[in-house]
Structure formats: C-alpha cells, structure tokens
C-alpha cells in the first residue's frame, strides 16, 4: 500500500503541475493560431494549404491533450494501486540476483509502457499524419521499426543499465562520479558508431549523386575547409513526405545526410544553405558546448540521484517492500523532472541564440542569404509547420526561433 508521505504529495504536485502548465501553454498556442496569412509567406501558401496547416496544428495538440491526460492518469493508478510493487514482487519470484532482477523490472516497465501506449502511435502516424498527406510508412516498415528499437532498446539500453546497477551497487560513495566519467565516455563513443552502425538499421544511405548539387557542395566545404566523410542522401520518404538534412557523426565520423524529399522539392542553392548552416554550428563551437552543457547534466543528475538511492521514504511512498537501486532510478525520475525542465529552458534559450548565429553563418558563407530564406519558407510549408506560435511556448519549447523571426533576422543581416 503506497504512503502518503512528503514524496508522494511533491510527485503527484509536481505530476500535476506539468499536466495543467502543458495545457494551459497549449491553449494559449491555439488561440494564438492566425488564420491570416502573413505577408512573408504570400505567395508561398495558398489559402487552401495554410488553412490545412491551421488544422494540423489544432488537432496535433488536442491529439496531445488526450495522450497527456491518458499518461497522467495511467501514472497516477498505477501508483495507487501499488503497480511497482507488484511488478517488483514478481520479478523477484524468480530468484535472480539483484542486477539481473533489476533489468527485468525495468524492462518489464519499458515494454508494458511501448505496449499500452503502441495505439496512440499507431494512430498518429496511420490517421493524423496520414490525413494531412504526410505518411509514407507502411504497415511493414512501422512493425519493423517498432522491432529494431525495441532489439536497440534491450541489448545497447540493457548494456548500459547493467553497468548503472552494478557501478552504483559496487563502488560505494562516489560511484555517482565513476558513472559520470564511463557514461560521458560511452556517450561521445556514440556519436562516432551512431552514423556507422545505427542509423543504417532504420534507414538506407545512398551516397549523393554525381552533379551540380554535389560539386556545390563540396566546393563550399573545401572553401570552408571543413571535412566531410560522405555525402549522402536517405530515404526520409520511406516514412513521411516532410523534408530534412542533417549531420551526423563527430569529428573525422561526420557525414552529410539529406532527405530524398529535400532534394526533390528544393533547388540547389536552397539546399546548400540548409547544410551551410548545419557547417555554422560546427565552426561556431555550438556542437563541443552543446556535448559539455550535455555532459555537466548528466553529472549533476547522477550526484543528485546518489542522494537518493535506495531511499525508504521515497520507496515507501511506492508502496514498495523492497529497498533497490533499479527501482530508486525509476521513482528518483518523478522527483528529478522540474529540475530537468529548468536545465531544458537554458538548452533551449541557448539552442535559439545559436540558430540564428548559425542563419547568419549560411547567409555570410554562401553570400545568399535569399536562399536561406526561400528554403526556411519551403520548409514550413512542407511540413505545415506554425508560424504563429505563442511567445510561451516557443520559451518554454523551441530549440529554434520562429520561422518569421528567423526570416526577420537574416534580412537585418
């Protein structure tokens, strides 16, 4: 039987306390919604489609007003009803030891979660992606890309979350820093196998076409003597019509991935920006910051988990019999969320200084600053993207500026 003591009271506050700040940001967004066209995009959106991005957005949100409801409510019965405890009393039936016992339990949870929550996705992509013309994923690859992860998610999570039970059940008081150090280790070794080893899983790499775009390209990073490993375009219209471009990898790792749809849709010169302003935010140091700002994080998180594990009261407040490390890492996250939202508002305030630092970058290094601007309009109106956003939730949630304020921004120059 849960108790109700100090932690659960701050749980369920702070549970409620993001439920109604989400939704009252989430009206204000909708009422924010113009169905004027602004006059930067005449020309670019008909009536017809601006109208229809108007409506993508309003059923996108209230598709989310039912999901978080959905969520807080399955959260909030499962921890009455004693749900950790019961799931912790059966996997501890079998006999394992204390780290096998712990996968179990938050593998258990990981799956029942992806299982109860599997409809809502389904719907998502088959209904609402599908009305507004953006799904190209069939019921095939859906079903394979749910395997993949969850294969990823059992042997890569796994791995790590058994070095997570076993450093903080072996090393005593500063296990928190000898994590902190293994796991910014094990993360920045990610980012060089990512591109190689798992991007490849889910989508196809095809290296870029011989041609006027490629030669651009490589033309501008010899000029901006910045090395590439490859050039490639993926499959991005596999799953949706939308358009993209990225980088991935680190260091000598890096390579150029853009959509298939991104190169049909958009002119060459278009395109170039789009990448030249990805190049922006690795000469501009954003991509050594952003690893450093991500690595203090994890620190701070693990040294405040420290504090926490295996404590009676918090178990307590689960209706747990048991004290354990695995299931202090679940519970502590229920406590740690408003300190990750206010760590989150400085990524995202800092995220969106240097997206037009990285605007200003393509517009200077490719000394068209209209192309950067032709492709931020194609891109919204491919992906129906809404140009009115409250000033709340762009605080609060955007890691970039609103596509008119960047527009704003690169014409003052």
Not at 142 to 150: N, Q, R, T, V
Not at 202 to 216: A, I, Q, V
């Amino acid at each position: 039987m849960v108790e109700w003591n100090g932690y659960l009271i701050l749980i369920f506050a702070i549970m409620l306390g993001s439920y109604l700040l989400d939704l009252v940001v989430e009206l204000l967004n909708l009422k924010k919604l113009s169905g004027e066209l602004p006059p930067e995009f005449q020309g670019y959106y008909s009536e017809e489609k601006y109208a229809q991005s108007q409506s993508y957005s309003r059923v996108k949100t209230r598709f989310g007003f039912v999901t978080g409801t959905f969520n807080l409510l399955l959260f909030v019965v499962f921890i009455l009803i004693g749900g950790f405890n019961h799931l912790d009393l059966y996997v501890r039936s079998f006999g394992f030891g204390e780290i096998l016992t712990g996968l179990l339990f938050l593998a258990i949870l990981g799956i029942g979660m992806q299982l109860i929550t599997l409809p809502f996705s389904i719907y998502n992509t088959f209904v609402i992606e599908e009305k507004f013309g953006f799904n190209r994923t069939t019921i095939k690859t859906f079903i394979l890309d749910l395997l993949k992860g969850l294969a990823l998610s059992l042997i890569l999570g796994g791995a790590i979350l058994w070095f997570i039970l076993w450093i903080f059940g072996s090393l005593g008081e500063y296990a928190w820093l000898y994590l902190w150090i293994a796991i910014s280790i094990i993360q920045i070794g990610l980012m060089y196998i990512f591109p190689t080893l798992i991007l490849p899983l889910f989508n196809k790499f095809t290296p870029l076409e011989d041609g006027e775009l490629k030669d651009s390209i490589i033309q501008y990073m010899d000029k901006n003597k910045f090395k590439l490993k490859g050039l490639f375009v993926v499959d991005g219209s596999r799953r949706s019509s939308k358009a993209n471009a990225y980088f991935t990898g680190f260091g000598k790792s890096k390579r150029v991935a853009l959509f298939d749809t991104l190169v049909e849709k958009f002119e060459n010169a278009e395109v170039l920006t789009v990448l030249a302003h990805e190049v922006g935010h690795y000469k501009l140091g954003h991509i050594p910051r952003g690893i450093i700002t991500s690595i203090l994080s994890t620190g701070l998180m693990f040294f405040v988990l420290s504090l926490f594990l295996e404590n009676r009261g918090l178990h307590d407040a689960f209706g747990m019999e048991h004290v354990s490390i695995y299931a202090s890492l679940i519970f502590f996250s229920f406590i740690y969320s408003p300190v990750s939202m206010i760590l989150g508002l400085f990524s995202t305030i800092t995220s969106r200084k240097h997206e037009y630092q990285a605007d200003a970058f393509a517009a200077k290094t490719t000394g068209n600053p209209e192309s950067m601007i032709t492709a931020l309009k194609k891109l919204s109106v491919t992906n129906l993207s809404n140009l009115t956003p409250h000033p709340l939730k762009v605080f609060l949630e955007y890691s970039h500026p609103p596509v008119l304020a960047r527009i704003e921004a690169l014409r003052e120059g």
